[in-house]
């Protein structure tokens, strides 16, 4: 969701207790922010990256980092050492590590799409969507044991692969789009492993919420939200029989989620963005992963039938209202935390 090289504001880790890559355990405030303290100095705002404390770093949570975080913190020191281009350039890194961390789950997905679209055995026993929905379940095993899942990650997959694979057995039945191939691991026209796709989402948003030690000036309800969400989530079944609701959702949402601004750590300081295009941006790559997705014919669009064309761009928005479903679930377990000192 964050999106390097916005404007840095400056705000130090002392603004954010108990915060470095990120940290679960932090305060929640709810959704009010509480006024603003003194600013601290610049000289303070600049302190060392190895004066942050190791048990407080998100990379804790999943075993394979933890043992980790001191190394980085060496090499972020060195990096800083060498000059404002170095700097530049381990933070540009840390970055995409991040992120590369934070969408494990989707990305292992559409590689396995991309690799049995090209190399899966043409009438195989086991019919393709069938593999996919046994490596995607092996993968969700192999996360948890090897704990890159925290619990919380898998309930939020778990939920979110139940909205997403209720609302695919409707989208199919009225052919909406549609999975070309045969397969016995499916509930009506649906394969199994679609719920999955859906899960990435939530997977991701969730662990950047706490890779990026997430915090919020002017957030929302998340009663509010979930009111929003119900309501998206109807009209994707009832615009096909009623008026489509989506231009009052797609208002709904400005007026929600305009006025927030979202801050989040790449290193050592917080930089921020609107909430609002932080969204889009994350709807625009769910986007572009559906085009890779219908690139393997792993599913398709009417318009499709005769051979792959590029997703239309309309789609989008009904993937920013759909992931702002996977986002509210997410806020709803984390409960967003307030900035203490903006300045």
Partial sequence: MPVAGMR?????????????????????????????????PRSDMQRKVSDRNPKTSAARLWAPLAHFINWEAELGEAAEARGPAAHFAYEFVRFGVKQAWACLFGALMLTLLIATHFFYPKGAELARYDFLVIAAVLIQIL???????????????????????????????????????????????????????????????????????FRFT???????????????????????????????????????????????????????????????????????????????????????????????IGKLGSWFLLMLISYTLVAWINRPNAVVNSE
């Fill in 8 to 40: 840095n504001r400056g705000v130090h880790p002392k603004t954010f207790p108990n915060a470095a890559f990120g940290n679960e355990n932090a305060t929640n405030v709810g959704m009010m922010c509480k006024p603003a303290s003194p600013p601290l």
């Fill in 143 to 213: 996360m948890v044991a090897f704990k890159l899942e925290t619990i919380d990650e898998v309930k939020v997959i778990c939920v979110f692969h139940v909205v997403g694979t209720v609302m695919e057995i409707f989208k199919t039945s009225v052919g909406s789009w549609l999975y070309p191939e045969a397969s016995l691991l499916r509930i009506g026209g649906v394969p199994l492993f679609t719920g999955f796709m859906y899960a990435a989402i939530g997977s991701y948003i969730a662990r950047c919420w706490r890779l990026f030690d």
């Fill in 218 to 312: 002017r957030h929302p309800p998340v009663w509010a939200l979930g009111i929003l969400s119900v309501a998206i989530y109807a009209n994707f079944f009832g615009h096909h029989y009623v008026w489509d609701a989506r231009p009052i959702l797609f208002a709904a949402a400005i007026v929600l989620i305009g006025p927030c601004t979202i801050y989040y750590r790449i290193w050592k300081v917080h930089r921020h963005m609107p909430l609002l295009v932080g969204l889009l941006l994350v709807a625009l790559f769910i986007w572009f992963a559906e085009n890779i997705g219908t690139f393997t014919a792993a599913w398709a669009y009417p318009h499709q039938r005769r051979g792959w064309e590029l997703v239309g």
